[in-house]
């Protein structure tokens, strides 16, 4: 049975500030707490995201490091952090998040790779700038998600030059020290996370050393109360203690051994977060919104129903 280390952990920092999570979920009129997703903007007319149709409010801005914007002002291959719930059969957005694994000066530009603050950046299928309008020293907000050391953007938007670099991805330390997402940070002092926690860290980037000197780090993407999660990603293979993680996202699980083949394509994957939280379900890809968004609920039915893990199994048959 997978078993998930709860999403939000404690995170100690001396020297630098620490940020709370987003703030929490209000319980729907059927007494359900919200819906997390992470993925990328497929449509417009509302938002599309992971095969579902989300609508949004007016007046609704989207939260980001560069600033907030309208709802109106997302474009397919934008990745976002939403906040949501369902009423009368219709998932409506209360919070959203611009989701950038990246935000740094580039390095290198190539016709399918950048290289920004020494980590590479896949755009053989991005969104981008015009042909040749990128150079070394460019900003760029880096829209896309994690794939082991790689990220695999969705898109590519230059930005006004800035002081500091950002990055969220998952937390690994090894003899060579600290890192989130591929790139090597350094804090005076880094108490209660673990490898796999999903970390956003900005500060000063140092290209001798090719190393982040921490500002600011916050723990967690969704707030604490939001119980099921709907994330597009690409699952880590197992380690020697069998530990898989949902790479860039804090999620990590565990399964009977490191020899069991994980799925390598991006795939979406329904998590359920309660006293025993684990990834409930890998989606099916071919479902319409609704089927998706019935799915989505059937699955969080069965965990507090106590059933076996579908994910688990699903693993199992590849």
């Not at 007319?45 to 579902?52: E, F, M």
């Not at 896949?122 to 829209?143: F, H, I, K, M, T």
């Not at 996370?193 to 500060?203: C, F, K, N, R, Y």
Request: one cysteine or more; charged letters at 25%; glycine letters at 10%.
């Amino acid at each position: 049975m997978n078993r998930l280390r709860p999403l939000l952990r404690a995170l100690a920092c001396l020297a630098i500030p620490l940020l709370p999570g987003p703030a929490g979920a209000e319980e729907t009129e059927a007494g359900t707490l919200g819906t997390g997703i992470l993925g990328v903007v497929t449509g417009i007319s509302s938002i599309h995201v992971n095969g579902l149709n989300i609508e949004t409010p007016d007046g609704l801005m989207v939260g980001s490091r560069l600033g907030a914007q309208p709802a109106s002002a997302l474009r397919p291959g934008d990745t976002v952090i939403v906040t949501a719930r369902r009423q009368n059969g219709v998932l409506t957005a209360r919070e959203i998040e611009r989701y950038h694994p990246v935000i740094a000066p580039l390095d290198d530009v190539g016709p399918d790779r950048l290289v920004a603050a020494g980590m590479t950046i896949d755009v053989s299928e991005a969104r981008r700038p015009p042909s040749g309008s990128l150079e070394p020293g460019d900003w760029v907000a880096v829209s896309g998600l994690w794939r082991g050391d790689l990220v695999m953007a969705s898109a590519i938007d230059e930005i006004a030059p800035r002081d500091l670099v950002t990055v969220s991805g998952s937390f690994s330390s090894t003899d060579e020290g600290r890192r989130v997402g591929a790139l090597r940070f350094e804090v005076p002092v880094l108490q209660h996370a673990e490898p796999g926690d999903g970390l956003t860290v900005t500060g000063e980037w140092q290209p001798g050393a090719e190393v982040l000197i921490a500002r600011e780090v916050q723990v967690g993407l969704f707030p604490r109360e939001v119980e099921t999660l709907l994330i597009e990603g690409y699952l880590s293979p197992p380690d020697r203690r069998g530990t898989y993680t949902i790479y860039g996202t804090g999620l990590v699980a565990y399964t009977g051994g490191r020899d069991m083949e994980m799925p390598q394509e991006r795939s979406l994957f329904c998590v359920r977060r309660a006293d025993d939280p684990r990834i409930v379900q890998e989606l099916p890809l071919d479902l319409s919104s609704r089927e998706r968004l019935d799915l989505l609920e059937a699955a969080s039915a069965e965990h507090r129903q106590g059933a076996p893990s579908i994910m688990e199994r699903c693993l199992r048959k590849r």
